[in-house]
Every structure is written in structure tokens, then in C-alpha cells.
């Protein structure tokens, strides 16, 4: 509640308000994981579930191409080593993050993808939240699509589990709200023009409306982490891989939907 | 056709129902007269502001989940598309976003049907209309309340995510 | 994207005198110069301002688009099967640029 009257403090201002509306009959209640497709309305959806309209397809399909794109000294693609991603990517974005012993560290899809570029094609890496690197990343996440989010959290993974946990759940910025404050307390109510969802990451990269463009979830963790004023951490850091990886072990289970569209 | 209403434009504030009827209407219409500052861009399109309601169907839903992407369905089903006989143009006009016009479309009898549909952007609660000039000259209108639930802060839709714009951060 | 994608949909075949639908997708941003980026400068007005349809060398359909189009601009129209042949998409670019593309069309 303390958030709740500090928020309405701020509203004039910094137009943040959150809108105590009643949740609506036919939204997900009491259950989890839900995935934010349900959180949305009927006219968001029909653009995820329309594949005409669906603008996620560009992204997949321009990852398409580059999945057979020659790069680097070597003159490989992914499809050299890797043959047909339908067969050989199936599932495997339901297991990112995951720790890895090379880095030894957290590496999330983008990272592998990334060190598949510099480690065997020696091929320069995607910038972080380049076209190009959403699009392999949404090519790759299809190849899953449907799969349930599995991540391994035990072993040396557990303390980026533990570290991803305490920032998912510790208040910050101006307004003092932590992310379980608005995604498991608020889930289903108003922010500005924005339904709370759950936070789920099964969607990512997803294309989102107000950015007219795709965006990872690194992207999505700034753009909350500015919804509450608090200085975002850098793409790729290390506090959003460990965010990256409780988030989703939290909504383990959940099925991979790729290309998602959320507003 | 002796439902049939003229409308004139009259010079009167947004939402002020503007409308000069020529034939008694007995229930009061929920198509609000035409705002003065759009007379111009009808005129333009029309040639003169004397409209029937009715014929045009303009499909969109009362609430907006996002005015980003607002689908729009414009239709006048009962024209035959002839070449004696079919739509000449469709036009679509907001009260509220920033810049009234929305759309424009020009039919011939190979369209076949006078049906277009589009996502368009809304930037917050108001009425939009939508015209129709005939090849019998005739003039039509309809309008629809569209509530945005991106109410509180509507400019924003127009801007992206001030606090966000990844091409700046490359 | 540097280069523009199109997607469109049209059936392959129809009967002569039928009326079907016609369907494209384009990808553009559709910047309706009311945007700022982050650093406060104003991004300029650049949208796709008209669409044409052009079946076998006759413009049949013809839509003039303002700045409340959505991005990635979609629109569905129909057309009545007269001869088999071609039917071309044109979009105008702010910037000058005309994109094309085109569907085959099989009258029966």
C-alpha cells in the first residue's frame, strides 16, 4: 500500500499512475504462470495469432536468411555446422541461461549466438539489440516454439539464481518498487495505458507495439527498470543474466511462443 | 428515404452537434454533426458538405486495447460496384489525433467491393467519421466513438518510449 | 531492415466475374514526425503517403495514407477477376522511393 500512495504522489508529474481497476472476468486469476499473451486484449492478440499480420515473422525470416549467411574468415553459417534448425535448434532456447564453463559465467541465447560468431566463424559479433542479432535470436527461439521454459538452476548456476532472485525482488528506483511488487501483486491491473502482466520472458525477443520494433529482454528489464526510475543495468550485464535466469525459472513450465507481439 | 438526414457543417466547437435537419428525424442521431475545421478537407474530398447518413459502415471497436493498432473496417456493402453504379471514394477522418486525416481510398468498378480494412493509430478518445462519395454524386457519412484505454498520458503513444529508444543507445 | 519486406496474399486462381480479396503487409516505421528520440531530437516525418493497386497496366484500387496509419502498414481490398495476368503493389515513400511487387493471377 505504501508504494500505492507514493505513486499517486508522483502522478501529476510523471504521468505514472496505476489504475486500481477490477480485474476483468475473463483474465487469468489466482494461476500461474500465465503467460502476457493472456494479458492482453483481443485486438494485440489477433496481431501475434495472425501470421499475415504479425510483424515478429519479418524478424524470423529475416533470421532465416541469416542462418545460411556466410561470415567470417572461414566462410561458414550456421547452417554449415548446424544443418537444418528445425531439427538441430529445437528446444534449445527453453534451456537459456544456462552457466557456462568457457565464460564461467551465465550465457543467455544472444551470448551463444555471439561466441558462435567469434569462437568458430570467426566472424565479428552482433551488436546487442542490432537487427541482425534479434532476428538469428527470434529465428532460433521459434525452432523452440511450444517448448516449456527448462532452465538449470542448480550447481554452479545457483548463485546467479540467488543474485537474479534478490534483484527480482528488492525495491528500487524513485518509486521504490521492486519487480514483484507490480508482477506478482499487480498482475491484471492498469499502469497508464499498460495491463500488468506477470513478467514472464517466454515471449522474447518479442515486438512490441511502442517500440515498433523487436527487443530482448534485456531491453524489457530497462524499460521497467526506468518505469520505476531506477538506473537500468547494461545490456548483457551481469545483473540481467542472473535477472534473465530466475525470471525464467520462474515461469519454468510455460511454453516458448515465438514470434510473440505484446503492445 | 425519408430517413434520410442532411447534415451541414456549421461553424461550432468540437463536439458540438453541428447538423441542420431537413426532414424531421425522429430519434436523435448518435452521428455527431461534422467539427467546422473539417468542412475544408470534406469540401476537398466531397465537393460540398451536404451528406446522408447512413450506407457506410465503419468498423472498429468501441475500445481500443492500444491506440497503436486500432483495426478499422470501411465498407459500403450495399453498393453494386457497377460502372453505372459503385463508390467512388471512402474517406476517414479523426477529431482528436493530432492530424485529421487518416485515410483516402479511391474505388472503380474492377474493386468489386467497397471493403478496406487497416491499423491505424488513435491517440485518444474521440469520434471518427467516414465518408463516402458515390458516382450518382450522392454524399454519405457515419461516425464512431472510439474510446483509448492509453488515456492518461495519450500523447505518448505518439512519442516512443522517451526513456527508450535503442537506436540511441547503439 | 535496409531492404524493405513485403508480404502479400492473393489467391492463385479464381473464376472469371468472382470478387477476391487482396491482402499486403509492408514493413516501414511510418514516422509521423510528432517522435523524439532519447536525445530530444525530432524524428522527422517519413511515411508510405499512397498505395496503388494496378491490375494488368489499369489502377483499380488507390488508398492515400496520413500519418494515423500504423507501422508496418496493412490493408486489404478486393478486386473482381477479369483476365489472368498481373497485379501489382506500388507504395510511396516521403522520401521518394517507390517500392514494388506483384502477384500472379490465375482466371479461370
Not at chain 2, 480494412?117 to 458516382?135: K, P
Request: aromatic share 10%; hydrophobic share 40%; proline share 5%.
Amino acid at each position: 500500500m505504501r508504494s500505492f500512495a507514493r505513486i499517486a504522489v508522483l502522478a501529476g508529474s510523471a504521468a505514472f499512475t496505476i489504475a486500481a481497476l477490477a480485474l476483468e472476468p475473463d483474465l487469468p486469476d489466482g494461476e500461474f504462470p500465465v503467460s502476457g499473451y493472456r494479458f492482453m486484449g483481443p485486438q494485440v492478440q489477433q496481431l501475434q495469432d495472425d501470421d499475415f499480420l504479425n510483424p515478429g515473422w519479418f524478424a524470423v525470416e529475416f533470421g532465416a536468411e541469416l542462418w545460411q549467411e556466410k561470415a567470417g574468415d572461414r566462410n561458414l553459417s550456421c547452417q554449415s555446422c548446424h544443418g537444418d534448425a528445425s531439427e538441430s535448434m529445437r528446444g534449445v532456447a527453453a534451456r537459456y541461461p544456462q552457466y557456462d564453463e568457457h565464460r564461467t559465467g551465465l550465457i543467455n541465447l544472444e551470448g551463444r549466438i555471439n561466441e558462435m560468431r567469434s569462437r568458430y566463424m570467426n566472424a565479428a559479433e552482433y551488436p546487442l539489440e542490432s537487427e541482425q542479432l534479434l532476428a538469428i535470436t527470434a529465428y532460433v527461439t521459434h525452432q523452440a516454439n511450444g517448448s516449456p521454459m527448462n532452465v538449470d538452476i542448480t550447481g554452479k548456476a545457483a548463485p546467479y539464481w540467488q543474485q537474479g532472485r534478490d534483484l527480482y525482488t528488492r525495491r528500487q528506483g524513485q518509486l521504490d518498487l521492486a519487480c514483484s511488487q507490480c508482477h506478482d501483486e499487480r498482475a491484471g491491473l492498469m499502469l497508464r495505458g499498460d495491463r500488468i502482466s506477470q513478467g514472464h520472458v517466454n515471449g522474447f525477443p518479442v515486438y512490441r507495439l511502442i517500440w515498433r520494433s523487436m527487443g530482448s529482454r534485456h531491453r524489457m528489464f530497462r524499460w521497467c527498470n526506468w518505469a520505476v526510475r531506477a538506473e537500468p543495468h547494461e545490456l548483457g550485464s551481469d545483473e540481467y543474466l542472473s535477472l534473465e535466469l530466475y525470471l525464467a525459472w520462474r515461469g519454468r513450465g510455460l511454453p516458448i511462443e515465438s514470434p510473440a507481439v505484446r503492445p | 428515404m425519408s430517413r434520410r438526414r442532411v447534415l451541414k457543417a456549421m461553424a461550432g466547437g468540437v463536439g458540438t452537434v453541428a447538423t441542420l435537419s431537413v426532414v424531421p428525424v425522429r430519434s436523435v442521431s448518435a452521428v455527431p454533426g461534422i467539427p467546422y475545421w473539417m468542412t475544408d478537407l470534406v469540401v476537398a474530398r466531397l465537393g460540398s458538405t451536404e451528406l446522408a447518413e447512413g450506407r457506410v459502415i465503419l468498423d472498429l471497436p468501441s475500445r481500443a486495447d492500444t491506440g497503436l493498432s486500432v483495426p478499422l473496417t470501411v465498407s459500403v456493402p450495399d453498393s453494386p460496384m457497377t460502372d453505372e453504379d459503385h463508390v467512388r471514394s471512402l474517406h476517414v477522418m479523426t477529431t482528436r489525433n493530432p492530424q485529421p486525416l487518416v485515410t483516402d481510398y479511391y474505388f472503380t468498378p474492377a474493386s468489386g467491393r467497397a471493403q478496406v480494412s487497416q491499423r491505424i493509430r488513435i491517440a485518444r478518445t474521440q469520434y471518427i467519421y467516414c465518408f463516402a462519395l458515390m458516382s450518382d454524386g450522392s454524399r454519405w457519412m457515419t461516425a464512431r466513438h472510439v474510446s483509448v484505454s492509453l488515456g492518461a498520458c495519450a500523447d505518448e503513444i505518439f512519442l516512443p518510449d522517451a526513456r527508450d529508444a535503442a537506436r540511441d543507445q547503439r | 531492415m535496409s531492404e524493405i519486406r513485403i508480404r502479400k496474399s492473393v489467391p492463385g486462381s479464381v473464376r472469371r466475374g468472382e470478387v477476391f480479396e487482396i491482402k499486403t503487409l509492408i514493413a516501414h516505421p511510418m514516422d509521423n514526425g510528432f517522435m523524439y528520440t532519447r536525445g530530444g531530437v525530432r524524428i522527422q516525418r517519413q511515411i508510405i503517403h499512397r498505395f496503388e493497386a494496378v491490375y494488368n497496366g489499369k489502377t483499380i484500387f488507390q488508398a492515400d495514407w496520413h500519418v494515423a496509419v500504423s507501422t508496418n502498414p496493412f490493408i486489404s481490398f478486393f478486386a473482381v477477376a477479369a483476365e489472368s495476368g498481373m497485379i501489382e503493389f506500388r507504395w510511396y515513400d516521403d522520401n521518394g522511393e517507390v517500392y514494388t511487387d506483384s502477384a500472379e493471377i490465375l482466371v479461370t
